[in-house]
């Protein structure tokens, strides 16, 4: 019922009355109703997930791979329930604290940029690491707008070349849009994170019904087998405990919304997969 009328709310009123603080504040109100129902699950206990204390030599980050979407691809898997619904809260509970010394962060998010780094946690990346692969840099597919798979896999490999010794987190942007491949091709995403810049996201066109729920799932479902086809070979190779997870995952179609709101600690939203690769 609340969720009918949000819609009716954004799509036909809103758009006349947005200037007005109060139209902000009801929106945002009937929002976070909203989102405070999809919020009511229980954790399974002992699923939290703590990268520091758990066991792994690389771990690989799937940017907003939810766990349903993961086991559909590849079959029963693990899980964890993460501390953040989007990148920059996963970061702010991971990352402000604790000693990260021995880990090389090879990243495709931009997120780790240290402007954006030291916004959310107060140190620079740099500090926080013993050395950070920023490969949003240069290796940006233009075309893409985000970093390939292919891309990252090779700075991954370098990381491993250059220290051995070291654990090395490897954070591709895949599944998250911008959907490679695809025929919905909306940008979204910048190395900048200016999102105005690039105008609607595939959540905003979906949450307007431009969409449909399972046309966006086909499409997130096919840039998740993109990366993994495209990474799991190499990844059986190597030495040490390999471990596949996301930093959050992804609403897609919950109560009419998508995408990942900032502490929003719905199921789809947190939990994700922990798969080890044999």
């Known amino acids: 019922m ?3 009328l949000y819609r009716k709310y954004d799509n036909q009123i809103h758009p006349r ?3 007005f603080k109060s139209a902000r504040y009801f929106r945002a109100g009937l929002k976070r109703i909203i989102f405070h129902s999809l919020e009511n699950f229980s954790l399974e206990e002992g699923k939290e997930m703590n990268i520091q204390q758990e066991e792994w030599q690389n771990l690989i980050i799937l940017d907003a791979c939810r766990h349903d979407l993961f086991e559909e691809v590849m079959g029963e ?3 964890r329930y993460s501390p953040g619904s989007n990148s920059s809260e996963f970061i ?5 604290e604790g000693d990260w010394s021995d880990v090389v962060y090879v990243t495709a998010n931009p997120h780790f940029h240290e402007s954006q780094f030291t916004d959310l946690t107060d ?3 740099e500090d926080v690491f013993h050395t950070v692969f920023h490969s949003y840099e240069d290796k940006w597919d233009e075309e893409e707008a985000t970093v390939m798979p292919r891309a990252l896999m090779e700075d991954f490999k370098t990381a491993k070349k250059l220290f051995p010794d070291k654990k090395i987190i490897a954070h591709f942007m895949q599944p998250h849009y911008p959907f490679v491949n695809s025929d919905i091709k909306v940008k979204g995403i910048n190395p900048e994170l200016d999102h105005d810049k690039e105008g609607l996201s595939a959540w905003d066109l979906a949450e307007k019904g431009e969409y449909s729920r399972d046309e966006i799932w086909k499409e997130y479902r096919e840039n998740l087998e993109f990366v993994l086809d495209e990474i799991l070979e190499d990844l059986k190779d190597l030495e040490g405990k390999t471990i596949i997870t996301s930093d959050h995952g992804n609403l897609v179609g919950e109560k009419g919304f998508y995408g990942h709101p900032y502490k929003v600690h719905a199921k789809p939203l947190i939990k994700v997969p922990w798969h080890e690769v044999k």
């Open 2 to 4: 609340i969720s009918k």
């Open 17 to 19: 009355i947005e200037g």
């Open 77 to 79: 898997s693990d899980f």
């Open 92 to 96: 702010i509970k991971n990352f402000s």
């Open 123 to 125: 140190k620079k990346p």
